[in-house]
Every structure is written in structure tokens, then in C-alpha cells.
């Protein structure tokens, strides 16, 4: 029995940490992001540029882009696991009003596993092979909850029993190559789940899992977030998986945030040509076939810098002149923030044009 | 139910003339242990007993999860790796019984494209050498020179001229692909297997190279077999779509067929667990969970292979019986013993399949 069922997955349940002291604000704050990565003798490269966004306990939020959009570089530098040296991180980055940027190493050891945890993209990699899956779960409960080894095993196998591993006491003896993909990526969100964090970074969670256990990971996700009010942060390319999940959703393009939204209207009535561009080029199960894709032209290397102009502009269908000269603002267009001179028309303006021409 | 077994294996022919007809094909790997003396102790059944029709100028798409054995199907057809039983007739002639020069030949008119084009391309071939190179092997003098027809690939892919005298490194991923697919239609072959051609590609960059398959295959007359695991993609390029599970066959359809009525329980599932991007679609569908991991081929399941995943799994039969691919709708081979309740509504999948957080739509 591998699925997350609700009987079995009760972290509802779980003795949750008990309201603290009374805060207001967003769970995870970021503003005005930065990352550079340099190098003697190098161009200094921008990953991230200038991204602000937050996250409230109980809310799914998405950051959705291509390859080398800076999405993965954001949640690393939430997370403080960019290496110390050759980056330049900038702005401000808060965890219930701490700021996380530039606190001591030893402070965010005690915040990361139980505040936040990171789940990576592919389970083989980031667990330890030589390490059998017992020792790799039990480490964050010795870690940060001080349980003797026998409190931490028993805790840890009941973990892999509520993410959907079967026979979990057999399985905590385990090393990783002995467990399927799927079973790695639970192993992996038990580990992360251990302390109960209140925020979870998910960093394409399931891109490197059959659609089948794919479906079976998101579920979990998604009981996990209603049932224990974990704040979730989901890192993906695949805008089918953000479409299910997330109530909020940014979309990065070459280091900035191009379009935030909720996810009905970015789906609905996308703003930004760049969010246009995909919902129009992928395939969609439930399209009537034989109609064409629209595909974006050029590939996400074709960019100009922020600095001269839009990033998006030498693939954009809609360019207009102001796109190459200056780069425009996140400005607030109705429900969205779009970062464009020529955004999408909102939906129903052409209704509204006519009505008024009628 | 009988009668309908042996209609599918009347009905079989699927056009006048497939170009590509599988027949029994199986491929199992060997699982060999011991130091000195190799000692088979067991069979990795990657492929286990295919039929399928490929039409002349038709695309035929391969779904299945990693380890369903689609890809070495693919393999398998283009003898890149032996075939353990079985046939693959390619146009009237038996590869897999080929040998030496005359399967060389025969392999003219079969290409492949690959999954990652980084990796399929030699980093320290030039674009004009991967291009020339299957001409050379085959010795074909194309006309008007062997330069003039690499410019005319490159064209037909959507590349700059320029582009012969340049390197694999120097290209982004989806212009790579491109140069794959350059490589594969070199020889102006009747067949071409594409083994995921797009999965490597940013999501924008993936519509750029399905156009450009579709394109091709108007201009150059090509029959195509797609293998990918993305079923959003293989319903958009196919014209008929198989479905592989565990080495097997376990529905067939023309592609329009398959997403309207899905008849075989893996396909239902399949489907419900493939993300729409559509926040209104995604909220009231229902899902149906599949529980646990793709069993070993090396040690499949009994009966249907099937049954240890099914959400409709029956009392009878499932655990003990290997369903036969029956045809239950023109076109539309299916391989469970159920279907025919499955798709009445007469069985329902177990209530633990359901997603809990999806909006129950029946009583």
C-alpha cells in the first residue's frame, strides 16, 4: 500500500506546535531578493534579481520557470545553503519577522529541519547512499528534537508509515539504492517532515517521477498543507502540477519575477506574453487535437539584460519599442502583478470594448 | 468473450499495408550472476509478447512508465538490440531474422531520434561531419553534392547555414535536437522512433521540435513511432497510441478513442494522474489513485500484471488469467477481462483509490 491515504497520513493530528506568540505577518518574507555569483575574471552573472514574495502558514505558493530562471537559486538562498564564497546575496529574507540573511551559521542550523526543510529534486542524489534510511530520518529528531535513539526510531518509522512507505520498521534498515524513486522522494519529505517545519521548500518534487507517483507525492502534499498548516513553497516548470496545488503563483523569467497571480486568473487570463507564450506551447490532455502549438520563439538563452530592457523581449511576439530601451516595473494590474509594456488584454476588455461601441 | 479474442486476431491487418508489423515480439535480458562462469539465474523481461500495427504515414505513440519496456520495444524494431522471439516485419521483410549486409540496407530506411541530444551528439564532431556521416556509411551521393544536401537538412530543421561548420556544444538544447533530427532524416528514411524527443527541452522550447516532427512528416511522407512517458505529448503527435505496461501491451486506440474513452484501468488511472493546466479542470476531476511502485519485470506479476495496482481489481481472474488484447470498438484493443463492466460503470474502483482532496463527482 504506497498512497498517502487520509486514515494513514494523520498529521492533523500530530501534536503541532501550539500557537506562539501571537504574530501577524506572512510566514516566509522575501524582499527584493538578490543573488550574484562571481568570478575573478568574470562577468558577474545575476541569478536572481530583485524577487519579493511571501508566504502565509496554510498557503501554497509556486515559483514557476525554465531552466536558469533563478527559481532554485531563490529557495537556496532562503534556505542559506549557497556557499559562502563567489556570492553576493542581497535584500532581505524573513522568517515570522527573523531575518535570516546574515544570521550566524549555527542559528540557521537550528532553524533548517526545524522551521523549514528543503525537499530536493532528485532523491537519489540528496540522500546518502552509504547511510541506510533509519540513520538519515532519526538525525533530524536526535538533532533537533533531543530524542535518544530508540524514542527517534520508533518516531521515524511511524513518519515513514504516515508518508506511505510499507513495513517502515524493515525499510529504516534500508539504504537508498534499495528503495524505488517514489519511495526515495517519501523517504526524503519524511526526513523533511520530521520536525514538523512550518515552512517546506519543494524543489521539483516530482519532475524526476513517473506521472503515476507523481500523483501520489502531490496528494501528500496537499493533505499536508490542509491538514497540518504547513506553509509550502513549490519550485516546478510543470504548470500542470502548479495549476492543482498552489494558490499563488510567480512565474521567473532570467532572475525576476514576471507575473504573480492567483492561480485562477494566471491561468485564465495570463497577463504577461511570457505566461501566454507557455500556456499556449504545451500539449494539453484535454485539448482537441490536431490543433497547432504555439510555440515561443528562440530558446530561454536569447535574452537581453534587465538593465537595457525586457529579458523576454527578443522572443516576444509582442514587443514594442519601450521593450528594448528601458525594463518595465512589476506594476498591479487588476488581481496580477505583471512585469511587461505590452501585457496580455484582461479578459472580457474586447467584450467591454464593444459593448461600449454598441 | 471468446469470439471477440479471435476478432482481434482476424481484425489484426490494421491498413491495407502497415509498414512496420510486430508480431510476438519479446526481449528479455538475462540476469547473470557468479565470477568466473556466467550463470543465468533469472530473465529481465523488458518486452513480453507485442502485436502492433504501424500504418504507412501514421504516427504510432508508446506511453508507459519508466521500466514498461518502451523504449527497448524501440530498440527491439530497429535491431539495436536482439530480439528474443518474435517478428518485426518492416515493410514485407523480416528484420529481426536480418543479418549482416542486407540488414545494413534495411537499416537505411529506419532511423532513430534520441532522448538527450546532448549526449546522442559527438562533442567533437562538427554539424556538417554527423550530418555527412550517414551518407558516407551508407554511400549515397545525393544530388547535387553532399555539401549542398547538408545545407538543405540544416534548412529543413530550421538551422543557419552556418551552423555545418559549428559543434554540438555550441548550440542550445532544442537546436541540438534539431540536429538530431537533421541526422535521422539524413537517408530520407520510411521510418523514423523517436525515444522521447522532447522530454530533455525547456517546457517552451518542447512545442518548437513537435511542430517541427509534424512538419517533417507532411513534407517527407514519414511514419512515425513516438515513445514517451509524457501523454499530453504522444495524444498530440499520434495518430494511434499504444499503451505498455510491465513489457505488455495493454490498450491500443487511435489516439482521439483513447482520451474519450479510456478502457483499461491503467489507462484510467494514467490518465486522472496526468496535471492539467487549468486550475477549473483540476479542482472537480476525479483522481484515481494508483497505489505502490511498477513491480520487477524480472519476476511479474501472475495473471494480469495488472492486478497488484488495480483499483477495479475483481475477485476472479485478475490474479490467475493473462487477459488477451481484445478488440472492443473499431481500432480499440484492450487487455482486461473487465473492461466491458469497468467502462458500464458496473464495477467501481475501490473507494481507498479515490483522492481524498478531489471533489467526489458520483454518488
Known amino acids: ?358 | 468473450m471468446s469470439d471477440s479474442v479471435e476478432e482481434a486476431g482476424k481484425r489484426l491487418p490494421a491498413g491495407p499495408d502497415p509498414l512496420l508489423r510486430v508480431r510476438g515480439l519479446k526481449v528479455h535480458f538475462p540476469i547473470v550472476k557468479g565470477v568466473f562462469v556466467d550463470r543465468v539465474v533469472g530473465h529481465v523481461r523488458a518486452v513480453d509478447g507485442v502485436d502492433l500495427d504501424v500504418a504507412r504515414g501514421s504516427t504510432y505513440g508508446l506511453v508507459g512508465e519508466s521500466g514498461c519496456g518502451k523504449s527497448t520495444l524501440g530498440r527491439a524494431v530497429l535491431r539495436l538490440v536482439e530480439p528474443t522471439a518474435g517478428t518485426v516485419e518492416f515493410d514485407g521483410v523480416d528484420v529481426a531474422s536480418l543479418k549482416g549486409e542486407a540488414l545494413r540496407r534495411e537499416r537505411r530506411r529506419m532511423q532513430m531520434v534520441f532522448q538527450d541530444p546532448m549526449s546522442s551528439l559527438d562533442p567533437r564532431q562538427s554539424v556538417e561531419s554527423v550530418l555527412m556521416e550517414p551518407l558516407l556509411a551508407h554511400d549515397v551521393k545525393p544530388e547535387g553534392g553532399v555539401d549542398a544536401h547538408v545545407r538543405r537538412l540544416l534548412d529543413v530543421v530550421g538551422l543557419p547555414g552556418s551552423a555545418a561548420g559549428r559543434y554540438p556544444h555550441e548550440f542550445s538544447g532544442g537546436q541540438r535536437q534539431r540536429i538530431g533530427i537533421a541526422r535521422a532524416i539524413a537517408l530520407n528514411p520510411d521510418l523514423v522512433i523517436a525515444d522521447e524527443p522532447v522530454s530533455a527541452l525547456d517546457v517552451s522550447v518542447q512545442a518548437q521540435v513537435v511542430n517541427l516532427l509534424e512538419d517533417l512528416q507532411e513534407q517527407l511522407g514519414l511514419t512515425y513511432v513516438v515513445i514517451a512517458h509524457d501523454l499530453a505529448v504522444v495524444r498530440h503527435v499520434s495518430d494511434t497510441i499504444g499503451v505498455m505496461y510491465l513489457g505488455m501491451l495493454v490498450e491500443e486506440a487511435p489516439s482521439d478513442d483513447l482520451y474519450a474513452t479510456p478502457r483499461h484501468p491503467y489507462t484510467i488511472s494514467l490518465m486522472s494522474a496526468i496535471p492539467i493546466p487549468d486550475p477549473d479542470v483540476e479542482d472537480l476531476r476525479e483522481r484515481i489513485l494508483l497505489a505502490g511502485d511498477l513491480p520487477s519485470p524480472a519476476n511479474p506479476p501472475s495473471g494480469c500484471r495488472f492486478h497488484t495496482r488495480c483499483p477495479f481489481r475483481q475477485e476472479t481472474r485478475c490474479d490467475d488469467e493473462v487477459p488477451l488484447l481484445r478488440t472492443l470498438a473499431p481500432g480499440h484493443r484492450v487487455a482486461c477481462h473487465w473492461a466491458e463492466e469497468v467502462a458500464d460503470g458496473r464495477i467501481t474502483p475501490a473507494a481507498s483509490a479515490f483522492d481524498a482532496t478531489a471533489v467526489p463527482t458520483e454518488a
Open chain 1, 1 to 358: 500500500m504506497g498512497t498517502g491515504r487520509s486514515e494513514e497520513l494523520d498529521l492533523g493530528q500530530a501534536p503541532g506546535r501550539p500557537g506562539r506568540a501571537a504574530y501577524d505577518g506572512p510566514l516566509l518574507a522575501v524582499d527584493d531578493l538578490s543573488v550574484t555569483f562571481t568570478r575573478r575574471g568574470r562577468r558577474d552573472v545575476r541569478a536572481v534579481d530583485g524577487v519579493s514574495f511571501a508566504i502565509r502558514p496554510g498557503e501554497t505558493v509556486g515559483l514557476v520557470g525554465e531552466s536558469g530562471s533563478g527559481k532554485s537559486v531563490t529557495a537556496l538562498a532562503v534556505m542559506g545553503l549557497l556557499p559562502g564564497r563567489g556570492v553576493r546575496v542581497g535584500g532581505s529574507v524573513r522568517l515570522e519577522g527573523e531575518e535570516l540573511l546574515g544570521a550566524s551559521d549555527d542559528r540557521l542550523r537550528d532553524l533548517r529541519g526545524r522551521e523549514m526543510a528543503m525537499v530536493f529534486q532528485d532523491p537519489m542524489t540528496s540522500l546518502n547512499p552509504v547511510v541506510s534510511i533509519g540513520v538519515q530520518v532519526t538525525e533530524v529528531l536526535r538533532r533537533h528534537r533531543d530524542m535518544t535513539r530508540e524514542q527517534a526510531s520508533v518516531e521515524a518509522a511511524s513518519l515513514l508509515r504516515r508518508v506511505g512507505i510499507p513495513d517502515p520498521v524493515r525499510r529504516l534498515k534500508d539504504y537508498p539504492h534499495q528503495l524505488s524513486g517514489g519511495m526515495r522522494q517519501r523517504a526524503l519529505i519524511a526526513s523533511a517532515l520530521a520536525c514538523r517545519p512550518r515552512l517546506l521548500i519543494c524543489d521539483e518534487p516530482t519532475t524526476a517521477l513517473d506521472v503515476t507517483i507523481q500523483a501520489q507525492i502531490l496528494d501528500l502534499l496537499r493533505q499536508l498543507v490542509r491538514e497540518s498548516g504547513t506553509a509550502l513553497l513549490m519550485i516546478t516548470h510543470d504548470l500542470g502540477v502548479v495549476a492543482g496545488l498552489c494558490d499563488t503563483v510567480h512565474v521567473m523569467y532570467s532572475g525576476r519575477v514576471v507575473e504573480s497571480a492567483p492561480r485562477r486568473p494566471l491561468f485564465g487570463s495570463p497577463r504577461h506574453p511570457y505566461t501566454g507564450g507557455l500556456l499556449a506551447s504545451i500539449p494539453r490532455l484535454d485539448a482537441p487535437r490536431g490543433a497547432p502549438l504555439h510555440p515561443i520563439q528562440g530558446s530561454p538563452n536569447d535574452t537581453i539584460p534587465w538593465e537595457s530592457g525586457c529579458a523576454f523581449a527578443p522572443r516576444c511576439e509582442d514587443r514594442v519599442d519601450a521593450c528594448t530601451t528601458s525594463a518595465p516595473a512589476l506594476e498591479v494590474r487588476g488581481n496580477a502583478s505583471v512585469r511587461c509594456w505590452n501585457p496580455l488584454p484582461p479578459p472580457g476588455r474586447t467584450a467591454a470594448v464593444q459593448e461600449v461601441r454598441a
